[in-house]
């Protein structure tokens, strides 16, 4: 599709070319937008008709954002600015330098410019920052027939009018009624009759993470948002919700991975910029590792009485890293869909416990077959590295399932207590524990 639009373009057939980008979904032609040379994206976009490029500017990346709002005239970017709802337009104002932000509230509606700015007040990870102001609000005295009359009035602008919320003279949120409601009550009835008033909803300053796991919990297709005096103010739709969510879910990602989070496309940041979020993690993980070289030192008696033990530190600690890994990622995502609490800890440790036993027996036997039979080891080093084994994978577990619990308690994200640092602790561990048990049963 990409190569056939730039084919029409280099031909200059562009009464073409808009019939085939009006036949296209709003993401995908962002997506080729995204991708095209940077000299035809202005040309490209204007082609749009004027509704579909609103659409497709907001589902288009920040760079991308930038470059058009520089070749814009100041009437084409009046009139995309006029086709925005109000949280996509302060969006688009927080990615962008602060040239290109003076330019765009210069051409922004004083309203709108108004609540734009008031938006921007609230802290960035709130609700209030996340929210619209563009809903559609009833009277709890108003007639079925006269919340059709509001909707069709002032529901072209508003970014939802599915769910409708009810309030009184003070703005207070009462209750809150669907589209379906309308449509299936009577014409006469009023809204406090028909009206939800179990309503779910977040407060301005509510942290943004939590209010898209309301989203998840509750199945909602938006969330009103209320100050400090339960005035409605916003409301949050399930389309930012989503947004959230890969946000949180790739900023796990990269504490998972040892990486500091970067709101940037991989392809979009700079080998220096890279190389700053990692090598704090790396040089953190490298010297705590030296840790594990000072256990080898102070038992390197033993290792001489015992050469053979050496050739089974990888497999010991590799063992320990990944059992202690497969518990710390189960607890963080358990932790993060709510399904485990700080309450839970002992019942996590004791299931943790019984699963590590098998685990480690299971892996024991196997690992003395190997030994006896294909390394041919004396059975008593057979049995020391898989005494060893079973007890290190019995600790992996109980710190790679309680770490994750504890960070999360005390306020850390327990995303970083993944792999990388559980692995470290681990294989402290098991190099304590595999000289403790060599020296009881070989007796060095």
């Known amino acids: 599709?990409?190569?056939?639009?730039?084919?029409?373009?280099?031909?200059?057939?562009?009464?073409?070319?808009?019939?085939?980008?009006?036949?296209?979904?709003e993401a995908d032609i962002a997506s080729i937008l995204?991708?095209?040379?940077?000299?035809?994206?202005?040309?490209?976009?204007?082609?749009?008709?004027?509704?579909?490029?609103?659409?497709?500017?907001?589902?288009?990346?920040?760079?991308?954002q930038e470059i058009l709002i520089k070749a814009f005239s100041d009437k084409e970017l009046r009139e995309v600015l006029d086709e925005l709802y109000v949280d996509d337009a302060v969006d688009i104002i927080e990615e962008m330098p602060a040239t290109v932000v003076k330019r765009i509230l210069q051409h922004t509606d004083p309203e709108v410019r108004k609540s734009i700015n008031e938006i921007l007040k609230y802290p960035e990870d709130s609700a209030g920052s996340l929210m619209t102001i563009e809903f559609v609000d009833l009277k709890k005295y108003m007639?079925?027939?006269?919340?059709?009359?509001?909707?069709?009035?002032?529901?072209?602008?508003?970014?939802?009018?599915?769910?409708?919320?009810?309030?009184?003279?003070?703005?207070?949120?009462?209750?809150?009624?669907?589209?379906?409601?309308?449509?299936?009550?009577?014409?006469?009835?009023?809204?406090?009759?028909?009206?939800?008033?179990?309503?779910?909803?977040v407060s301005t300053l509510e942290d943004k993470e939590i209010v898209a796991d309301k989203f998840q919990k509750?199945?909602?297709?938006?969330?009103?948002?209320?100050?400090?005096?339960?005035?409605?103010?916003?409301?949050?739709?399930?389309?930012?919700?989503?947004?959230?969510?890969?946000?949180?879910?790739?900023?796990?990602?990269?504490?998972?991975?040892?990486?500091?989070?970067?709101?940037?496309?991989?392809?979009?940041?700079g080998v220096f910029?890279?190389?700053?979020?990692?090598?704090?993690?790396?040089?953190?993980?490298m010297v705590s590792a030296t840790f594990t070289g000072k256990i080898i030192q102070n038992f390197e008696s033993a290792l001489q009485a015992q050469i053979v033990l050496t050739s089974f530190i990888p497999m010991l600690m590799d063992t320990g890293g990944n059992c202690g890994g497969q518990a710390s990622v189960t607890?963080?995502?358990?932790?993060?869909?709510?399904?485990?609490?700080?309450?839970?800890?002992?019942?996590?440790?004791?299931?943790?416990?019984r699963v590590a036993f098998l685990c480690g027996i299971t892996l024991a036997i196997a690992s003395f077959l190997k030994l006896m039979y294909i390394d041919h080891v004396d059975i008593l080093v057979a049995l020391t590295v898989c005494v060893t084994m079973i007890i290190?994978?019995?600790?992996?577990?109980?710190?790679?399932?309680?770490?994750?619990?504890?960070?999360?308690?005390?306020?850390?994200?327990?995303?970083?207590?993944?792999?990388?640092?559980?692995?470290?602790?681990?294989?402290?561990?098991?190099?304590?524990?595999?000289?403790?048990?060599?020296?009881?049963?070989?007796?060095?």
């Open 1 to 25: 599709m990409n190569d056939q639009i730039l084919t029409l373009l280099e031909e200059k057939n562009y009464h073409q070319l808009k019939i085939l980008l009006s036949q296209m979904n």
């Open 34 to 64: 995204v991708d095209a040379p940077e000299d035809a994206l202005p040309l490209l976009y204007r082609i749009l008709p004027k509704e579909l490029a609103s659409d497709v500017f907001v589902n288009m990346d920040s760079d991308t």
């Open 143 to 201: 007639t079925v027939d006269d919340a059709f009359t509001r909707i069709r009035r002032t529901g072209v602008d508003k970014e939802t009018i599915y769910v409708c919320y009810v309030t009184d003279e003070n703005r207070k949120l009462l209750g809150l009624v669907t589209v379906k409601d309308l449509l299936l009550s009577d014409k006469s009835k009023k809204m406090f009759e028909i009206m939800e008033t179990n309503v779910i909803y």
């Open 218 to 269: 509750y199945d909602l297709m938006a969330i009103p948002v209320v100050d400090n005096e339960h005035r409605l103010v916003g409301i949050v739709t399930f389309d930012d919700a989503m947004d959230v969510l890969q946000e949180e879910n790739t900023e796990d990602i990269e504490k998972m991975a040892a990486i500091t989070p970067t709101d940037k496309p991989y392809l979009k940041m």
């Open 273 to 285: 910029e890279t190389w700053k979020k990692r090598f704090p993690w790396l040089l953190l993980l």
């Open 331 to 353: 607890i963080i995502r358990g932790l993060s869909l709510g399904d485990i609490d700080y309450r839970d800890v002992f019942k996590v440790i004791w299931k943790e416990f």
């Open 392 to 444: 290190t994978i019995i600790c992996a577990k109980f710190v790679g399932s309680t770490l994750p619990i504890l960070a999360k308690r005390i306020g850390f994200d327990p995303a970083v207590m993944a792999s990388p640092f559980i692995t470290t602790i681990v294989d402290a561990i098991s190099l304590v524990l595999y000289f403790e048990v060599a020296g009881l049963i070989l007796k060095i």
